[in-house]
Structures are given as structure tokens and as C-alpha cells.
């Protein structure tokens, strides 16, 4: 292996020295995502890259990815690092690629309906864009200020629009993608490139940065709508606001978003900003349309939601919701660590969902919130948060609740999202024998596992010798189950805000 110094003056040769970064604090900036980690992960792995290096241009990105054939440097694809089970940090160090900077709208073709883009945009700015010209984007990532065009499409991204436009991959025509040996590939249907190539753009989808980095999307569109407008609806339990969801879909309507949301997240945003509407379980739904289609929606969701007991809230406060719908976390500002758990659900089973998730949380002693969005007409995403200090010894513990989580989602006939770092060991029970074709269309693509290696369907630690280079699945399925247990033993729960124990005493 050729020394770090060797390693850094390669990748400035390559991109400049702006643009390649090895001080300590850039380092620890990139050593995590928005999940929290607790410290004692450091022992196993080695999540601060070596260098961290912003290329411009799909040409510097092979550049970039063909130098680790001679420092053997690992190397990690990032976009905005919004993720939630480490995909976009390091396990050995390395070389990671921030893709942001290649973050332009590269054209539209309004007679085509598609818009070309960098890998690197936010989903917010492609959003923004389309719309100034009329259009909008079919599908939505729910975190479009953070999460960038790449980023989504590797992490099987879900959001708004589902419902209506169909998954984020249908939403994606083709792709440039820089493949481990360095080589371009571009993915295109038949269709969209006269019948010239097979379509490997669903490869990519969810792939987690293990295949390729992705540089440019084609991305279809649709007309923008003329009006949007937010309807909230309070419920006298969340189930009530869960069974709203599926009603909606049952009447045929089909929503740009249906959420349902519990009123402890109205607690703690509470304690965070006046301006929070009074906590109840409520539902959010935004539908889209002309003046007329939106006002028979709206007439149609008010009877839905009285048939649950739902009561029709302000208009302010759908408004309100619905500006900050990017902004989902700001909790995590209560307790300086947060874990998202985040799993896909059938429908049919989205009121039982929701009571499994408010229960694994209370018996785990946790603080936390449930919360759910309707993602097609059979699939309901639950996505679940909870508080934890990661400072302090215990905080690590309630890693333990996306474990129990998962299982949960699993007896529910649903499955868990995201790999990454961490959660490999619900690759097999989601995908059974097809597992293998995993780590077979890894080997054709990336043989020396280079990029992303040993995540996904095998966790590699930090030491490279053999016996503790890897992880079994199975052990950090132990391990998080031992954190829920310890999580479980705790003899009280967190205190993070007063408010939260008061309204569970009462
Ligand atoms: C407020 C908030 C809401 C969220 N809501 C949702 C949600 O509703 N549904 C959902 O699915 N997720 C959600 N997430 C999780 C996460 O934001 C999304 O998965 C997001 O799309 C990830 O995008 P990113 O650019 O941050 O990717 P990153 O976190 O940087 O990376 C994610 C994975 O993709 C890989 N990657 C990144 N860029 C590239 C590239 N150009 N080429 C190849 N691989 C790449 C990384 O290696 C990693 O494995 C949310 C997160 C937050 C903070």
C-alpha cells in the first residue's frame, strides 16, 4: 500500500488542493451521518476518513476512484450524509467522496418533460427549479433540503408524491454512473434511448453506494399542479389517525401526501419553538390539483376523518406544518443525538404499526416519537424516532430500538429500510436466497470491494487481519439486541423534556 503522504499527492494532482481535505476537524465532520453513533463505536470501526476529496466533474470522480487501484485507499460515496445507518461513513478510513459539488442543473427539455442534473443537487433545488418553469417532480424525498439526487436514488429513497407519481425510481430515466474499475456506464430503457440499451437503472436503486457512484440523473416530470393546499385532522389516537391513512387509499383518492404524526412530537418541538401547534395525534394531508379538484378532495377527506373522529384543524396550522415539512428533527437538539427508525409497512396493518412502535418505545424507556406516510396503495412507511444522548454510556443503548423496530416490521409481514454500517443483518430476511445474487453482482462490478466494501451484506471492522477483519450479520444483531436488553433494564427513563414525562404520567 503506497503511504498516506504518497496517497495525498496523487489526489491533489487529481482535483487541486482546495479540493482534497485530510485536517482533523474535516475528518470528524464526515465521520458520521445523522445517525448517533455512540463513541465506543470507534473501537470497531474506523469511521474518520484519510482524505476527504470534492470532485467537480464525472471525469475527476473516475480519477479519484481509478488512484485507490495503486494506495488501495477504500472508498466511500457521499452525498449530503442525511442517512440513517451509516451508508456514507467510512468503516476503514480511506478516500470519501463528497459529491456536492457537482451539484448543477445541467438542462430541461419541456418537450420531453425531463430535467438533467448533477449527482450532487438537493432534491430542494431540482423542486425549485422545475417549478419556476411549470413542472414539478413526480416523487419527492421527504428530506429534500438535505438529501441530494444521488444520495436518494442509493438509499431507495421515499418521500412525497408517492401515492399519486409512483416510487423515486419509476422517477428516474437514466443514469451516468462512474463503475468501480473507473469506467462510465449510462443506464437508459429502451425507450428512452431508441431501443440502444438494456436498462440498469433499477440496479442503482438502493444500492448504498456499493455498485458505483452515480454523477448525473435524468429525472421525469410532470405538469406542476396549480394548487396545493395542507388539511390537518386531530385524532383521538394515533391508530384512529392510521386507519384515516388507509381509508383514504380505499376511497381511491390519491393524496400528494397522507402522514399521521403523534403528539409527542408536537412536545418536543414544543419545548424548541412557541410558535408549535398544541400536541395531538394528527394526521397531515396535502392534496394538489385545480381549484375545484382540490376543494372535492377536501370535501371527501373531511368525511373520511369524521368517520375516525378526526376534528378538522385550522387552516394555519396545516400551513404551518407543511412549510417546515423538511425539517423533521429539530428534537434531536434536545438530547444532541437521535436514532430514526425507519421500516415499510402493508398498509392493511399501518393502525396495529403504529401501536407496536409507541409500545417497543415505551418499554424501552425511551423518549420518542411515532410517526408514519402512506408511500404507495399497499405500503405504508413507519419511521419512528427517539432520543438519545450519545455522550453519555447509556445513550448508545437506544440503538436497541431500531433492532426490536425492525423485528417488529418483519412479524408485521414489512421489512426494515436501509443496510448501511450497521443493519446488515436484515439483508437476509428481507431477500432470502436472492441475497447471494447480491454479493455476486458485487463481485462482477467491484471484485477488490473498493467502494463501500463491507457494508450492506457483510461489516467489515477497522482491522485488516484475519479472524477480526469482519463482523458475522449475525453478531451485530446480537449486539443490538444486548443494547436493547441493557435499554430495557434501565430502571427510568431519559429525562430530556419535562412536558414529555408529564404527559405520560398523565
Ligand atoms: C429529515 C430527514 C428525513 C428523511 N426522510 C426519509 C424518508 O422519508 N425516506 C427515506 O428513504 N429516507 C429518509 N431520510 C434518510 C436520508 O435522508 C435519505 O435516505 C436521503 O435520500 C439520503 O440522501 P443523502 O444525499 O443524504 O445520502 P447519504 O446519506 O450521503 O448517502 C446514502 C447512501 O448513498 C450512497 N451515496 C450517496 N451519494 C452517492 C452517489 N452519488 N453515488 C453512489 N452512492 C451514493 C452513500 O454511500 C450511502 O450509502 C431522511 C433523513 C432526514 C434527515
Redesign the pocket.
Known amino acids: 500500500m503506497a503511504s498516506l503522504d504518497y496517497a495525498y499527492r496523487r489526489l491533489v494532482n487529481t482535483l487541486g488542493p482546495e479540493r482534497v481535505a485530510r485536517s482533523e476537524f474535516e475528518r470528524m465532520v464526515y465521520s458520521h451521518?445523522?445517525a448517533s453513533l455512540p463513541k465506543i463505536a470507534l473501537l470497531q470501526w474506523r469511521l474518520y476518513p484519510d482524505f476527504v476529496a470534492l470532485p467537480q466533474t464525472t471525469e475527476e470522480v473516475s480519477g479519484v476512484v481509478k488512484l485507490s487501484d495503486e494506495s488501495l485507499l477504500q472508498i466511500?460515496?457521499?452525498?449530503?450524509?442525511?442517512?440513517?445507518c451509516?451508508?456514507?461513513v467510512p468503516n476503514r478510513g480511506g478516500v470519501l467522496?463528497d459529491?456536492?459539488k457537482?451539484n448543477h442543473i445541467l438542462g430541461i427539455d419541456p418537450d420531453g418533460r425531463t430535467v438533467a442534473v448533477e449527482?450532487?443537487v438537493?432534491?430542494k433545488e431540482v423542486e425549485d427549479f422545475v417549478e419556476a418553469k411549470g413542472f414539478a417532480l413526480p416523487h419527492v424525498?421527504?428530506?429534500a433540503?438535505?438529501?441530494?439526487?444521488?444520495?436518494?436514488?442509493?438509499?431507495?429513497?421515499?418521500?412525497f408524491g408517492g401515492l399519486r407519481g409512483g416510487s423515486l425510481r419509476d422517477a428516474v430515466a437514466n443514469l451516468d454512473?462512474?463503475l468501480p474499475d473507473g469506467s462510465l456506464l449510462k443506464t437508459a430503457s429502451g425507450a428512452d434511448a431508441g431501443g440502444a440499451l438494456a436498462d440498469l437503472t433499477p440496479l442503482?436503486f438502493g444500492?448504498?453506494?456499493?455498485?458505483?457512484?452515480?454523477?448525473k440523473a435524468v429525472l421525469r416530470l410532470i405538469p406542476k399542479p396549480e394548487l396545493t393546499r395542507p388539511l390537518t385532522y386531530s385524532f383521538p389516537e394515533l391508530p384512529a389517525a392510521g386507519r384515516f391513512l388507509k381509508a383514504i387509499v380505499d376511497a381511491g383518492l390519491t393524496p400528494y401526501h397522507a402522514a399521521a404524526v403523534d403528539r409527542d412530537h408536537f412536545v418536543f418541538e414544543r419545548a424548541l419553538r412557541s410558535d408549535t401547534p398544541e400536541p395531538v395525534d394528527l394526521a397531515l394531508v396535502a392534496v394538489q390539483g385545480s381549484k375545484d379538484e382540490v376543494a372535492d378532495q377536501e370535501k371527501a377527506l373531511d368525511a373520511l376523518a369524521s368517520k375516525e373522529g378526526g376534528a378538522k384543524l385550522p387552516p394555519a396550522v396545516g400551513d404551518g406544518l407543511w412549510r417546515e415539512r423538511?425539517?423533521?428533527?429539530g428534537a434531536r437538539r434536545l438530547s444532541r443525538g437521535l436514532m430514526?427508525s425507519?421500516n415499510l409497512v402493508p398498509l392493511r396493518r399501518l393502525p396495529e404499526a403504529v401501536e407496536t412502535a409507541a409500545r417497543i418505545r415505551d418499554k424501552l424507556k425511551l423518549n420518542g416519537s411515532v410517526q408514519a406516510?402512506l408511500v404507495d396503495s399497499t405500503t405504508a412507511?413507519l419511521?419512528p424516532y427517539v432520543l438519545m444522548d450519545d455522550t453519555r454510556p447509556s445513550g448508545g443503548t437506544a440503538l436497541g430500538f431500531v433492532k426490536r423496530m425492525g423485528d417488529a416490521a418483519f412479524k408485521m409481514d414489512g421489512h426494515p429500510?436501509?443496510l448501511?454500517l450497521f443493519l446488515v443483518f436484515n439483508l437476509r430476511k428481507m431477500h432470502g436466497n436472492a441475497t447471494s445474487a447480491y454479493s455476486a453482482v458485487k463481485g462482477v462490478l467491484d471484485p477488490r470491494k473498493k467502494?463501500?466494501g463491507g457494508?450492506?451484506f457483510e461489516v467489515w471492522t477497522k482491522y485488516p487481519w484475519p479472524g477480526l477483519r469482519a463482523i458475522p450479520p449475525p453478531g451485530m444483531a446480537i449486539g443490538l439486541e444486548v443494547a436493547a436488553i441493557l435499554r430495557r433494564a434501565k430502571p427510568t427513563r431519559d429525562r430530556f423534556v419535562r412536558a414529555y414525562e408529564h404527559s405520560k404520567e398523565g
Open positions: 451521518d445523522f466511500t460515496p457521499r452525498g449530503g450524509g442525511t442517512g440513517w451509516g451508508g456514507s467522496i459529491m456536492r457537482m449527482a450532487g438537493s432534491w424525498p421527504l428530506n433540503i438535505g438529501s441530494t439526487v444521488g444520495g436518494a436514488i442509493n438509499s431507495g429513497s421515499t418521500g454512473v462512474v442503482f444500492a448504498e453506494g456499493t455498485l458505483g457512484i452515480v454523477t423538511h425539517n423533521n428533527y430514526i425507519y406516510h412507511a419511521n429500510m436501509g448501511g467502494i463501500n457494508k450492506t
